[in-house]
């Protein structure tokens, strides 16, 4: 008997991890990818490479780890690990997010600490930023297609986009605000669609 199965909707040609080793070295790979934000290479290597989620999967699970305390792709880590394995999947997933990763940042950090003041590091890192809001625009761009499939419809989810986006970039309303009132309606909306 294997010792990852899949969920009863999962189709029986899906990919799986194969052990926790797996799960480590998949998010070990995942984490030393994921300069200036994970989300654009999480979800390429879960869903387009490794297939171990479709795209709907994976919006609705980033949408939970999003909500709970801690960091968003080791919440997600956490979840796909104790999936597959319980417990050790979930310790492997999280070791492999966090130990090669910690060693890189640690290393980094030094060498920073003594070119910090250069004018070209300070212009690198600046330069960088562009990079990073163009990941996470392509990786919103490319988790919208999910939403066709959602319950309450490609209309009703670009409101709430609209909506979401409007209070954060241009009201500058804090997180605290937004999420119980914006994710809050469209979890009962959803609800409502959804019940029988």
């Not at 989620?53 to 956490?78: C, K, R, S």
């Not at 997010?97 to 690198?124: D, E, K, R």
């Not at 500058?172 to 609800?191: F, S, Y």
């Amino acid at each position: 008997m294997p010792e990852s199965l899949p969920s009863p909707d999962a189709p029986a040609s899906r990919p799986l991890p194969r052990n926790p080793a797996d799960l480590f070295w998949s998010f070990t790979w995942l984490a030393l990818q994921g300069f200036g934000g994970v989300l654009a290479v999480v979800q390429r290597e879960l869903v387009e490479k490794k297939r171990w989620m479709t795209n709907e999967e994976f919006v609705e699970d980033w949408a939970v780890a999003q909500i709970m305390p801690g960091p968003n792709v080791v919440n997600l880590a956490v979840m796909i690990g104790d999936r597959h394995f319980g417990l050790r999947g979930a310790l492997a997933a999280i070791a492999g997010m966090l130990t090669f990763p910690l060693l890189v940042v640690l290393a980094l950090a030094l060498v920073y600490a003594q070119f910090a003041s250069h004018p070209a590091v300070a212009g690198a890192l600046r330069g960088m930023g562009a990079v990073a809001a163009g990941l996470i625009a392509g990786t919103g761009l490319k988790l919208a297609a999910a939403l066709r499939k959602h319950p309450l419809g490609p209309w009703l989810c670009a409101a709430l986009v609209a909506l979401t986006f409007a209070g954060m970039a241009l009201l500058r309303w804090p997180l605290a605000w937004v999420l119980p009132a914006l994710g809050g309606m469209a979890c009962v909306l959803t609800w409502r669609k959804m019940a029988p």
